[in-house]
């Protein structure tokens, strides 16, 4: 396998944070699971072409993970995490909420945040029209049957009894599929 080169100037580390976006990589570069790997806490890896996450096991501390805008699918791996907390997967290809959130009850016991928006198994009516409310429905109850606690944040919206736009009003069929999940005790 060839190695990849290393953008110094887009490589961004602080304070156990560590960024690499836009750099069009396929994979996760392996020297910087090699020069960082152990110090992470947080990792950016968005607006690359990521296909695979070959190498984020050397990630051995990850509490924070973003693939936003990668070309993640369905047949996305994923290592064991037990630290992860926050996974945001954004705009990638994404299809099967079921399998994605059974990869996650497998591999990320300490998951509390999950974020799928822009992706097809993510249903939203505001940007796919063949999404309804039966789908929102499915995806809301898809994650209670699973041991989780599911909420969908919504954007605020007016009410016959709330016409305080500032506040969210969660009963609403809107969503912007942006998960919170939380480990019910």
Known sequence: MEEVHINNFAL???????????????RIPSALWKMYGTKVHYLDLSYNNIETLKGLDNFTRLQEL??????????????????LRTLSLNNNKLTDLEGLIQKINENMPKLSYLSILRNKACP?????????????QR????????SWRV????????????????RHDHSSTTITCRLLIAWQT
């Open 124 to 136: 939203n009516q505001l940007s796919d029209s063949d999404k309804d409310d039966s789908d929102y």
């Open 12 to 26: 961004s580390f602080q304070n156990n944070r560590l960024s690499y976006c836009g750099q069009d990589c396929q």
């Open 66 to 83: 973003i693939l936003d805008n990668n070309k993640l699918e369905d047949n996305i791996r994923f290592p064991f995490m037990p630290n």
């Open 139 to 146: 995806y809301r109850a898809f994650g209670g049957s699973r």
């Open 151 to 166: 909420h969908a944040r919504t954007p605020p919206t007016r009410t016959a009894r709330d016409t305080d736009p500032t």
